[in-house]
């Protein structure tokens, strides 16, 4: 069975940086993508970045590009997001997720419980 774990978030100021892990248990060739969302109070569940297993491609939600980078260690079958210039509305409980999909909810079918980040102005 497949099980995916978070970690890595916590208070940041606005402007500074935090590294969420994501380690994935049980992967199988069906969950060749893992992505990462967020869920702010009040908000739906929003595409924040994902990467591919085998060729490392990576995609990005428009919350993400130019600050945000994720990577990927295939040895650990760990995940990485590295966030970069936080600002407020980057609060919210990230999760991290596995599956054949890449930007939509419904194509994950393995999701961690979430991380909280909360960004202070």
């Known amino acids: 069975q497949v099980q995916v774990v978070e970690s890595g978030g916590g208070l940041v100021q606005a402007g500074g940086s935090l590294r969420l892990s994501c380690t994935v248990s049980?992967?199988?060739?069906?969950?060749?993508?893992m992505g990462w969302f967020r869920q702010a109070p009040g908000k739906e569940r929003e595409f924040v970045a994902a990467?591919?297993?085998?060729?490392?491609?990576?995609w990005y939600g428009d919350s993400a590009k130019g600050r945000f980078t994720i990577a990927r260690d295939i040895a650990k079958n760990t995940g990485y997001l590295v966030m970069n210039n936080l600002i407020p509305e980057d609060t919210a409980v990230y999760y991290c997720a596995a599956g054949p999909g890449i930007s939509a909810v419904e194509d994950y079918r393995s999701w961690g419980q979430g991380t909280q980040v909360t960004v202070s102005s």
């Open positions: 049980g992967r199988t060739f069906s969950e060749s993508a």
């Open positions: 990467i591919t297993w085998n060729d490392d491609g990576t």
